[in-house]
């Protein structure tokens, strides 16, 4: 027990288990579906006995030996479906990402770590699936801190058992890395969960499962004729508006992963689909004290690239964020100055560019060649090479026989803010795993530390493999070299399947620093587990017919038995309870509160609705989604549970379940007559749904905004501005001045409106000559042919309003002629 309390004390001391604070990192140099978690029934899973065989499963879904050999790789004209979903509450469990997050809000539904108070933006699964011949690749983007195989195992077990479909080795997940949200996936030993993923929690696990299935079979629903390109670009962010590099202890020799990597679907007739963003970017913005749920720096980018796609095209897209090298790569998007929020759509903003005009490039392809290859492999100190390389060992010269943490080297031999001092030759001071698990009252080896979860696949010659954690810019470079050794192109989906903390190449590890101490099997792993990558990348370009899954040993951490937690009643029915503003200016920030129902029975929805004339519409998405609106689910609306009494822990019988959304009116809304309508669910001895709507209220120019209208050798110059709405906290979450209203200008600097005006004239309060539209120039502004009209600009003003408004709300200022 004193072991065990030490070892318990030692964890408290460490501060994360994904990455440093932000400023530390910073220091060195038609989508139609969707879902949404609900309450899952008990799950009887038992973990298999070592007597079963190691099985997998064929191409046509059958199950086979894992050396039966299986059908040559299809080849042949691809179909293609994609779909979104939903993964974020319930609001009240706690976040995976930053360690030792004070418990400020104890809920039935966190352990270690604080709960969730709400959410900024739900985070979205997506899910892309590629089929050939019969044969199936899924790629699925999910909102989390790390894959684990718990989620991707689980995912596939909820397709078999609730869809009827099967896609055994088939699933590349790919987490983006927020810190921000579902934690309580990762089997671990209770006690390490205060590091950063919380102690697991069956019941989650069985919800985040089921919503991860249900975006997927919504996928498979979709198949159709399609096509699939890939494209590539070097340097493509050298500025660091997206990311930088973040890890100095390898420089000179490594910097970020430079590469930006595209594999985009369509159908036939050119119709987008969905494209995977492959670059290495942390999901660290906001700070270990936010108590929301949100994607973070992935959300943003992805929300404003398909914002920017469809103004662009005109078609929407689903854009799908898959990490790389982002073990040592920080967001950027800051340097303009605004906070955390505004500050992940900045990032959108600078990338989306980019993204689409490396879309633009890709070549489409009609037909593939498909393969898939998943296996289950053993992490054992003789076998990663440890015994002919004999630099993971203790003081004394024993190894690290069941792996090794927080490996700090002795700061008399290597000093991390020098890179040319190393741990090479010399004693690393590991914390030994198997000392810690044991402590804890884990048998060996253990499933989360000696296992590991592998996938490549292949698309013609273009291939992609998994890494189970957070491989660094010298494992990607590494990567990149063994395609180019075989003449094949490719990209590594890092955060995918597994997680084993980091990974670097030896000579990076070998560094020391953050990066190494968070690794727990040392110089070697990383490089081990590429090179077994590469073996199979050689069988499938030689097209043989290995099994599509294979397992060295059965999984030796599985889930439990569990009860599902009872609901709590609604105290009070479901109503409005705070109404909005008769008026609301544009930057200004509105709330909204009602009484709805707890948590578990998912996230409420608030959608913005215009009287267009004919009564109240759902105000269209900005991502174009086919059916979705503007609502509380991107970065337009912050939502926050404010349940009375506060949170204890407890389930209570019944409580007061009070929530409310604050809503920043974009600077380009439409002025007309708006509403808010509130859907969700509540629980009084049975569920049922509930649907509510606000006070009208009417939206137009703010009482800061002003016109300038300057004349200057025949052409006038249209201005609107206001100041920037100021940035407000309460606690810890943003409540007004959130959103990115200018993306062009500093924190600090007047916000501008960038949009198509209509313009006419006044003179002595009387309209004279005729109502032009000015559209907006990027560079110039709004400049308009004054000398066109024939009108004499002496004592005319110039009277404006948007041109999209529903009711036009105007501004007019008498033109200034210099």
Known sequence: MKQQLSWVGALAALALVGCPDPTAETSASDAS??????????????APTTEVAPTTTTSAGTTANTTEEIDPLPQGPIQAGVAVGYLTGPVGASMAGYGGRTITNSTPWNHLLNGAGGFYGMGTIKAMVIEVGGERLVVMKMPTMSSEHSLTEGTIEKLKSEHGIDITGRLITAATHSHHNLARYWRLPAPLGFVGCDSPDEELIDRMTTAMANVIAAA?????????????????????????????????????????????????????????????MHGTVFDSPNELFTEDAAGGLEMKFEEAFFAAKGQPIFGMFAQSGGGDASPAGDGQGHPEPARIERIGHAAAPKIIDLYDAIEWRDEATLGVRSRRIDLTYSGIGYDDYPEFQNSQGGPYLWGGWQCKGDPADVDDNNPATSMEGKPKNCMPMG???????????????????????????????TLPGEPTASVIQYARTGYEDRAVD???????????????????????????????????????????????????????????????????????????????????????????????????TLRVAWDGGEPSLGEPRVVVQVDDGGG????????????????????????????????????????????????????????????????GNAY????????????????????????????AGGDLTIDVVRPPPAYDLMETWPIAGFRLLDPEVAAADPVHVRVPLTLSFVENGQPVGDTYEVPYVPGAGHVFDFAATGLDATGLSARVHLQADVVPAFLEVEIVAP
């Open 435 to 465: 000392t810690l698990l044991e402590s804890l009252g884990e048998s060996l080896p253990n499933g989360e530390v000696h296992q590991t979860y592998l996938t490549v696949a292949r698309l013609d010659d273009f291939y992609m493999l």
């Open 684 to 711: 009084d001895g049975q569920t049922e749904a509930y649907a509510l709507e606000t006070a009208a209220f009417e939206v137009g120019f703010a009482a800061e905004h002003e016109l300038t209208a300057v004349l």
């Open 616 to 679: 109240f519409v759902d105000v269209p998405s900005p991502s174009g989604w086919a059916g979705a609106a503007l609502d509380n689910s991107r970065y337009h609306m912050l939502t926050h549970y404010a349940p009375v009494p506060e949170p204890n822990g407890k389930l209570l019988a019944e409580r007061q379940q009070n929530w409310y959304v604050d809503w920043q009116v974009p600077a380009d809304m439409p002025a007309g007559t708006y509403r808010l309508r509130i859907t």
């Open 220 to 280: 498979v629903a979709d198949l159709g004729p399609a096509q699939w390109g890939v494209a590539w670009q070097e340097d493509w962010d050298a500025g660091d508006e997206v990311y930088r590099d973040r890890r100095g202890e390898n420089n000179p020799t490594y910097g970020k992963d430079p590469r930006l990597t595209l594999l985009a679907v369509r159908r036939p007739d050119g119709t987008p689909m969905a494209t995977v963003i492959n670059f290495g």
């Open 490 to 588: 490719g990209m590594v989906f890092g955060y995918s399947q597994d997680h084993l903390l980091y990974l670097t190449q030896p000579d990076d590890w070998l560094q020391g620093g953050y990066e190494s101490e968070m690794s727990l099997w040392g110089p070697l792993l990383a490089k081990y587990l590429v090179d077994g990558q590469m073996k199979v990348i050689e069988s499938l370009i030689a097209g043989d017919g290995s099994p599509v899954w294979s397992e060295e040993s059965p999984a030796l951490s599985v889930g439990k038995p569990w009860e599902p937690r009872a609901l709590e009643k609604s105290a009070d029915a479901p109503s409005v309870t705070s109404e909005p503003p008769p008026t609301i200016g544009r930057g200004e």
């Open 33 to 46: 579906t969707t879902s949404n978690p609900t309450t899952g029934t008990a799950s009887t899973t038992e």
